[in-house]
């Protein structure tokens, strides 16, 4: 397995959930963490929890100039980013595509889509030119798997899961890994956000159940890029036990 201290994470979207336990268990392994988000009171909490190994930049990923020049910025021990885990992304509304909110969709491009691949482009070349580095994606079972409401959220997931595999073809040869995990019900803020801070409906989500724990999907990022440099995991889909599929839906007479 890799030595973790020789690390420079990149997590975008480290102020809540997946991104914060991933930000978490590198630094406790002894990596060097660039977290980021919009929410610098976060930020500046987990830097006070973790400690100079987390270097906060607030930025928004949909602002593309704003995102390639806080990068340059980064200090010296933080610039050589080796790890990437474009993170950042986010659910809104669950109506059926002919009553959807057509500004969710645009925020869930920019971001799932758009935000990903500045933060990509601006990181890749760095990689490329050292001969070594890891692009981690949080896609998602809504990426492959359909569901009522799940419209323009699963097919930013879509885009993320061929995006990973497209980078892989273009990566022949440079030694630089692409890893898109897909996972399922975890329990964070997204159902939060995608109700736009409806709690009691958030809440229902995750009623009864036991979901994935965004430290669970923190400890398979670590996983993943902790493998020796000869193994690229192209894809990992991980499910909470208690979550499964359902039968086709028919519409009858
Ligand atoms: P959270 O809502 O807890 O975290 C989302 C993170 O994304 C926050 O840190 C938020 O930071 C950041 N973010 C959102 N928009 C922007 C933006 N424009 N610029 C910068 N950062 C942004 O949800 P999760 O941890 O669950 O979500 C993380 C990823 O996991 C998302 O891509 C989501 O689609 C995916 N996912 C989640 C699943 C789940 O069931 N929870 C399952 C499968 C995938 P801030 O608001 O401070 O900017
Ligand atoms: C999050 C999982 O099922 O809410 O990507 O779309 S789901």
């Not at 988000?37 to 100079?52: K, P, S, V």
């Not at 965004?214 to 993943?224: S, Y």
């Amino acid at each position: 397995m890799l030595d973790p201290s020789t690390f420079i994470v990149l997590i975008t979207g480290a102020t809540s959930g997946i991104g914060a336990a991933t930000a978490r268990r590198y630094v406790l392994a002894g990596a060097r963490v660039v977290g980021t988000g919009r929410r610098t009171e976060r930020l500046i909490a987990l830097r006070d929890e973790l400690g100079a190994n987390f270097h906060p930049l607030e930025v928004d990923v949909r602002d593309r100039v704003a995102l390639g020049a806080a990068l340059d910025k980064l200090p010296e021990s933080f610039r050589n980013i080796n790890v990437v885990f474009a993170n950042a992304g986010l659910a809104l509304g669950l109506e059926p595509a002919h009553a959807a909110s057509l500004d969710d969709w645009e925020e869930m491009v920019d971001t799932n889509i758009k935000g990903l691949l500045y933060t990509v482009r601006a990181t890749l070349p760095g990689m490329v030119e050292r001969g070594e580095g890891h692009v981690v994606f949080t896609g998602s079972v809504a990426g492959d798997y359909p569901y009522p409401g799940g419209n323009v959220y699963g097919a930013t997931k879509a885009f993320v899961k061929q995006f990973a595999l497209n980078l892989i073809a273009d990566l022949a040869g440079t030694r630089v890994r692409v890893t898109n995990i897909e996972p399922g019900l975890v329990e964070t803020e997204f159902s939060l956000v995608r109700f736009h801070g409806d709690s009691e409906k958030s809440g229902g989500i995750y009623a009864n159940t036991q979901p994935l724990t965004a430290e669970d999907i923190a400890e398979q990022v670590f996983f993943v890029t902790s493998v020796p440099r000869h193994v690229n995991i192209n894809r990992i889909q991980p499910f909470a036990t208690c979550q499964s599929f359902s039968p086709f839906k028919i519409t009858r007479g």
